[in-house]
């Protein structure tokens, strides 16, 4: 619907909007669980969805497609589906059983042959699901890795409401409210950096947001047992803001390399790209939550947290954080590359 040349302030003001109902979700979530249980918090998104689909048929505008006679690949959104379905079935046991077991590297496996036989097939096809000579930009290619894996990092939320309820003492209202900080910075910060975007270019701004995005999480790192509520907001709140800088200016970016007529596949696989990164980030970081808490605990396995001290789950919540920052020094690499090839590519331009 946006022009090109707005589509960064488009896309940064979409992120906020979906940073604040990200920001309303654990507050809500918090509200009606200690109000009406923990059954409502699903109940309630069925007069939402009915909500949101009746403003999409009053408002959306109606686009006409470029091609004629597009036929729907249905072998390989089946194939597709069964792989996402694999790996979303392996991190959910891979957390009950260990990423060890059987069943998790069986399923793994199958998730990985899916995807080899949906790459074989789509290759094959006349008409495709998924381009996959979209792939053959480099740029596209890289920011669409990145999204992936700083959705990864993302995962490290998963551990914060152990933090509040079981070291800070906060009800869960309270510590659902506390859980808003950081989608609340990302909301603000969103808008603002699309529009900076679409000024400037997106992949120096990108860069910046996740340099602050890792000084929050080795800001979480820094928590303990005695820190304030301000301490820990003051702590989280670079964590929104990174997001926000980051995210539609990335976003832009991706959207900028597709063809005009994969569009919406190009939307469609920003999409995959965060609910994989999410995915795979909230068993990760569970994980590596569990694993500190052993460690620190001297314990073999992990029966119930509320049993134990709370400096040892400070310690393991701040520990998760300071090993993401880590990870995301992998997401910094790969955002300097995509700078250093988008400069190059427009120095190549303006010399023919």
């Not at 495709?128 to 990864?152: Q, W, Y």
């Not at 820094?222 to 989280?236: E, F, M, P, W």
Request: net charge positive.
């Amino acid at each position: 619907v946006f022009p090109p040349q707005e589509r960064g302030r488009a896309l940064g003001i979409s992120g906020g909007i979906v940073a604040f109902g990200l920001a309303m979700g654990p507050a809500m979530g918090g509200l009606i669980i200690g109000l009406a249980g923990w059954r409502w918090v699903f109940l309630v998104n069925v007069p939402i969805g009915f909500l949101a689909g009746f403003v999409i048929w009053k408002h959306v505008p109606y686009l006409r497609t470029g091609q004629v006679g597009q036929r729907f690949d249905a072998a390989g959104a089946l194939l597709l589906l069964v792989t996402l379905v694999c790996y979303a079935l392996a991190m959910t046991v891979g957390q009950r059983t260990g990423f060890a077991a059987p069943v998790f590297l069986g399923l793994l496996a199958a998730s990985f042959v899916g995807l080899i036989l949906f790459v074989f097939l789509e290759a094959r096809v006349h008409q495709p699901m998924i381009d996959l000579t979209i792939f053959r930009d480099p740029l596209f290619s890289l920011n669409l890795v990145m999204g992936f894996l700083a959705f990864i990092m993302n995962g490290g939320f998963l551990v914060l409401p152990f933090f509040l309820e079981l070291v800070m003492g906060y009800s869960t209202v309270k510590a659902g409210l506390f859980m808003m900080a950081a989608p609340v910075s990302m909301g603000m910060v969103s808008p603002w950096a699309g529009t900076l975007s679409d000024k400037h270019g997106s992949r120096l701004i990108s860069l910046i947001g996740l340099l602050v995005l890792i000084g929050g999480c080795l800001a979480v790192g820094t928590l303990h047992a005695g820190v304030s509520g301000l301490g820990y907001l003051l702590r989280i709140a670079p964590i929104g803001i990174g997001m926000g800088l980051f995210q539609a200016p990335n976003n832009s970016a991706v959207m900028g390399r597709a063809p005009k007529n994969r569009l919406g596949v190009a939307s469609g696989l920003l999409n995959l790209s965060r609910t994989l990164g999410t995915s795979t980030g909230l068993p990760l970081m569970g994980a590596l939550f569990t694993a500190h808490v052993i460690v620190l605990s001297g314990i073999s396995t992990v029966t119930n947290l509320a049993d134990l001290p709370r400096e040892a789950i400070a310690d393991a919540v701040a520990g998760t954080y300071r090993t993401a920052a880590l990870f995301g020094l992998i997401v910094v690499l790969l955002a300097w590359s995509a700078l250093k090839l988008g400069r190059r590519n427009a120095n190549r331009i303006g010399i023919e």
